[in-house]
């Protein structure tokens, strides 16, 4: 940045306008095309992370901004208490793709709140006594307090101590130890079918049959948390899909408008009827600019065939990755991938300090763990982009701390 754009960012010394809840930024963004990025000083970066798996179709894409800009001149904003024209478009699209019989959504802003709607929902459908929730560690479920104390990680809970109760952690992928957890007070279990802040775990196709199966079982509700994975970021319209299983309870955000703040709670319709009038709200949720995006990209991403490009572009890319010297193995599923890196080549290095050294060589890319990093690139891509992010990566990996 330059030294008034840190200024801004108190980064100068200077007293900030902005909470420093994310830290000083390194880079200031002004314009995107594509898998392309470009800061204040003209500086070109490739996109490896679509603002944490969220701009699918790319910065800027035609259709999407289009959209945004007819309904910006048109209908901003009503409230809830009224109808708006892309809201039952969405939904049934939503309700189409998902294909685990007939249900019906709930818009909300993100995915936090989604992830709030949805323990709601589940309590309010399975009643007193049957509140408690079962989530596996290292999973992420957002910062709002119930989504947080959902969130399979001890660390982000001590601040804000004491949370809601009603929350059980289980070892991922283990179903003997899910099992044993499932007492008669559990109602809901919520998992993700890929653990993006977690690390990029992928669920086992077997592990998510096996949850269905004990479920079905006790009556209890399977939530699916597809916020990072949903509308084709795996290779399918949603992960659960690649297991064959039908959820009860579905979130979603991120690439659901390309950028736009849309977040969505589906649930069969038996489910979504213990919601009434007044039992959830959110002000903004479902209004008419968001939708616009999301219906826009929703369109785009049929049309594509946004499944079966991600599962072509994922294949090529982690073949990719794998041929990279130091790369130990590549995990993931579609384009949410992650690289884990060998401890010789990490040479003392952290997964956020080569993502760093990837950004000051023009490479956006997540350090989500400490030897591994994240990658989701947007389904559009092209292949000299994707060669040329995997030479900037072994370039990274390849300069050792020694060798300078």
Not at 47 to 60: P, Y
Not at 123 to 137: F, K, L, P, T
Not at 316 to 322: D, G, N, V
Request: aromatic share 4%.
């Amino acid at each position: 940045m330059t030294r008034e754009q840190a200024a801004a960012w108190g980064a100068a010394g200077d007293h900030s306008p902005l909470m420093d809840n994310y830290g000083s930024p390194s880079r200031m963004f002004v314009r995107g095309e594509g898998s392309e990025l470009y800061d204040a000083e003209g500086r070109r970066h490739l996109d490896f992370l679509c603002g944490l798996a969220v701009t699918a179709l790319g910065h800027a894409h035609p259709a999407v901004a289009e959209a945004v800009a007819v309904q910006a001149r048109t209908l901003v904003h009503t409230s809830n208490l009224f109808a708006t024209e892309h809201q039952a478009p969405v939904a049934e699209t939503i309700d189409r793709l998902i294909d685990a019989g007939s249900g019906q959504v709930l818009f909300q802003n993100s995915g936090a709140e989604a992830n709030e709607a949805a323990i709601k929902l589940a309590r309010q459908y399975q009643g007193r006594g049957r509140h408690v929730v079962v989530r596996a560690r290292r999973s992420a479920h957002g910062r709002t307090m119930a989504a947080l104390a959902a969130t399979g990680q001890p660390e982000k809970h001590e601040p804000f101590q004491p949370l809601p109760e009603g929350f059980r952690h289980v070892v991922w992928n283990d179903a003997a130890e899910l099992e044993r957890s499932l007492a008669p007070e559990v109602g809901g279990v919520l998992l993700e079918p890929v653990q993006g802040e977690g690390g990029v775990n992928p669920a086992d196709e077997d592990y998510l049959r096996a949850v269905r199966r004990m479920c079905d079982e006790r009556g209890i509700l399977l939530v699916l948390d597809e916020i990072q994975t949903g509308f084709g970021r795996t290779g399918a319209w949603f992960g659960f899909q690649h297991a064959g299983i039908r959820p009860d309870i579905v979130t979603m955000a991120k690439a659901i408008a390309n950028g736009a703040p849309v977040g969505a709670v589906w649930a069969r319709d038996e489910v979504a009827a213990a919601f009434g009038p007044g039992d959830h709200g959110s002000t903004y949720a479902g209004q008419p600019l968001a939708l616009a995006a999301a219906r826009a990209t929703l369109d785009t991403m049929q049309a594509m065939d946004a499944p079966a490009v991600v599962a072509a572009t994922g294949e090529r890319l982690r073949s990719m990755l794998a041929a990279i010297p130091g790369v130990a193995h590549v995990r993931g599923r579609g384009l949410l991938l992650a690289i884990e890196i060998e401890p010789d080549t990490l040479a003392g290095r952290t997964g956020p300090e080569i993502a760093r050294a990837c950004l000051d060589r023009g490479l956006i890319v997540n350090g989500i763990t400490p030897t591994a990093l994240r990658i989701a690139p947007p389904y559009t891509i092209a292949d000299d982009h994707l060669a040329e992010g995997a030479a900037i990566i072994a370039d990274v990996l390849g300069d050792r701390p020694e060798e300078r």
